[in-house]
């Protein structure tokens, strides 16, 4: 923390504009050493100065500066933003007459990393800064600004406060019973509190898995017999060519992905391989992986063809997945329909055909309800997203789930408060207040390197 740090804040390649990010205890100094114009050292904070930078009596290039003084900066610290031309040469250079003149290459991360450290974020609104730079659809834009801004913070924060005043209010009950001002937790009153944070941890909870949606998207597996029209349906979904198409069974041999965007949500649909028993060897590894893609899917769309009877081993392999993830989508149904359904009552049942244009109109819509992607998807997001938070929050749900079966059978106040103090604890972990040095690096070394 008491290195001066820089680092390229763009994109690298050919642009118009690249800015070079240096932070920390001697920024301005620095800066103003290799700066010709005017004095940095004595401009007001946030202004925006042109000049050159200068390395050796030479000039490196035409430049304007932005001096930001700390507090008032993303790190707290004093901050100079260097806005040179484009391209890696020059970019490089100015990086290299930094980097002799005091700086110290920034670690991924380390900006943020610093905001953090030093107060002005917490982990859950440094993680979300991550997440909005990676963002790919415009609802998981939303979700991770929602979270920069603190709206997920203040939840956690006003939960914690819950748990706190009820921990404080127990020891004081059985460390002071003589003390009369503070509230008596009575088994009437504890039942109330312990009701009140049940719910509005069931509620992150169940957002936890809203947000994992939104932020990551939803895989779905396109699994049948060869020639069912899967590599069709893939093509006609994005529009393009992707996979192969030919009336030779076993043609799809490989994954073949694609992605669209549903109600602001990336779709992901994995093409896999026709599964039939085969002696092809090639053939047989692409079958194995269909299998393993069905698996971790969110959703397996099982297409069959319905101009043709099902058969016993397209049922087979229908009863061997997750019924609950399964939609069956009865392709072809342009041509006449053979196909008997008598088998497949228990499943939801979708038609359409990669001939007419509105042809797969049925599946998105189904997506879209089967995953409630209208009602999750809003303005006002505020969803836990990532792995580590949504075990934490599981977690803490269980320790009050813990005190609330303590309560329910009988047992002394001070035992239910450990496992109300355990939950507190583990949403102070969330947020970044009683986190471990490495996870908190661990958590910064995905970042990019100017962030």
Request: hydrophobic share 40%.
């Amino acid at each position: 923390m008491e290195d001066t740090i820089c680092a390229v804040a763009t994109t690298p390649g050919i642009g118009a504009i690249s800015i070079v990010r240096v932070t920390g205890i001697d920024a301005i100094k620095i800066v103003n050493s290799i700066f010709r114009g005017k004095n940095l050292e004595k401009m007001s904070s946030h202004s925006v100065i042109y000049g050159h930078i200068v390395f050796q009596e030479k000039v490196i290039d035409e430049v304007l500066v932005i001096l930001m003084k700390g507090p008032k900066t993303y790190t707290t610290e004093d901050t100079v933003e260097i806005n040179c031309h484009g391209g890696m040469n020059t970019t490089n250079k100015v990086m290299e007459v930094l980097l002799k003149n005091g700086c110290r290459l920034a670690e991924p991360g380390e900006f943020t990393k610093r905001a953090f450290l030093n107060g002005r974020i917490n982990l859950l609104e440094a993680e979300s800064v991550n997440d909005l730079i990676v963002a790919k659809t415009d609802a998981s834009r939303v979700l991770a600004l929602n979270n920069v801004d603190g709206k997920l913070t203040k939840v956690i924060q006003n939960l914690r406060e819950k748990m706190v005043k009820l921990i404080s209010n127990i020891e004081v009950n059985i460390d002071y019973p003589e003390y009369q001002d503070e509230v008596q937790i009575t088994r009437d009153l504890l039942e109330k509190y312990l009701k009140e944070i049940t719910d509005e941890l069931h509620f992150l909870v169940s957002g936890a898995k809203s947000g994992r949606i939104v932020k990551n998207g939803i895989n779905v597996a396109i699994i049948g017999s060869p020639n069912v029209g899967k590599s069709s349906i893939l093509n006609h979904l994005l529009d393009e060519e992707k996979a192969i198409v030919t009336d030779i069974a076993g043609t799809t041999r490989d994954i073949v992905e694609g992605s669209i965007s549903l109600n602001g949500v990336q779709v992901n649909f994995i093409d896999t391989a026709g599964i039939r028993d085969t002696e092809d060897v090639v053939e047989k590894i692409g079958v194995d992986k269909s299998k393993q893609m069905a698996q971790n899917a969110d959703l397996i769309l099982f297409v069959l063809n319905a101009n043709n009877a099902i058969t016993e081993e397209e049922l087979l392999l229908l009863h061997q997945l997750d019924k609950e993830k399964v939609v069956v989508f009865i392709n072809k149904n342009d041509l006449k329909i053979n196909i008997s359904l008598e088998k497949l009552n228990d499943y939801p049942i979708i038609y359409g055909n990669t001939i007419d244009v509105k042809g797969l109109d049925g599946l998105k819509a189904a997506i879209e309800e089967k995953f409630s992607l209208e009602s999750i998807v809003n303005q006002d997001m505020c969803y836990l997203s990532n792995l580590r938070q949504i075990d934490l929050i599981e977690k803490a749900s269980a320790s009050i789930q813990n005190a609330w079966n303590s309560f329910q059978n009988g047992m002394d106040v001070d035992l239910v408060e450990i496992d109300i103090r355990e939950a507190w604890e583990i949403l102070g972990e969330l947020i970044g207040e009683a986190s471990p040095e490495e996870l908190v690096d661990n958590i910064f070394s995905h970042f990019c390197l100017g962030k």
